[in-house]
């Protein structure tokens, strides 16, 4: 819904997600994720390497973050399969992440996530307001900024959805300035104080 983004944005909110969901989802043979408005890219690159730091190559393997975004333009899935940004945008990321998980690419001044972090994303199409989830049994859902383009009914609707896709025990994430909306906060539990972090109520 929003191209505006840049890699380790609200990264506080990244970081938590993984610590509280990773020993719930390390239960399972495959961890799927979902981030719902993924944009360009950035936020389920971060998110993965996030990912990669805690668990090694080996458990790695096994993640799986299906990242959507409605994309308007048709070319999110070029750059996010190919994973070339240029300096500009990685700008922010910090020294010891650019130098493990980035390589040099063939255009000047650009940058290749590596392929062991690109292969852990797929990228599709998808308008939350169908209703319809990419799939079920995810373990963490990442949401940000995309609610804020809905009415209050909407975004009811697409909380519920996210209620019916995750496993049980699983995890959903909001930006920062985001809240649950009062009908529907009997579907999760917060996690956290300083994060809009909250835990699937079956």
């Known amino acids: 819904m929003m191209a505006f983004t840049y890699f380790f944005r609200d990264v506080q909110t990244l970081e938590l997600a993984c610590e509280h969901a990773l020993p719930v989802l390390k239960t399972r043979r495959y961890i799927n994720i979902w981030d ?7 936020e389920p690159y971060t998110l993965a390497m996030l990912l990669r730091e805690r668990m090694g190559h080996m458990y790695f393997r096994n993640v ?61 199409r998808h308008d939350l307001l169908e209703l319809k989830a990419p799939g079920n049994e995810f373990g963490l859902i990442i949401c940000k900024n995309v609610l804020l383009h809905f009415n209050e009914d909407q975004r009811i609707k697409v909380i519920e959805m996210f209620h019916d896709s995750l496993m049980e025990g699983g995890f959903l994430a909001f930006e920062q300035t985001q809240s649950l909306p009062r009908k529907t906060a009997h579907l999760f539990k917060p996690v956290v104080t300083n994060a809009q972090l909250f835990q699937k109520v079956v």
Do not use: W
Not at 36 to 42: L, R, S
Not at 80 to 87: C, H, K, L, Q
């Open 64 to 124: 799986r973050i299906t990242a959507t975004d409605i994309d308007e333009s048709n070319l999110f899935g070029k750059i996010i399969s190919e994973g070339v940004y240029p300096r500009k945008q990685v700008e922010r990321i910090p020294r010891d992440f650019l130098e493990r998980y980035f390589e040099k690419a063939a255009q000047d001044d650009h940058y290749r996530v590596i392929e062991e972090i690109r292969r852990a994303l797929v990228f599709r």
């Open 36 to 42: 719902a408005g993924c944009a360009m890219g950035p």
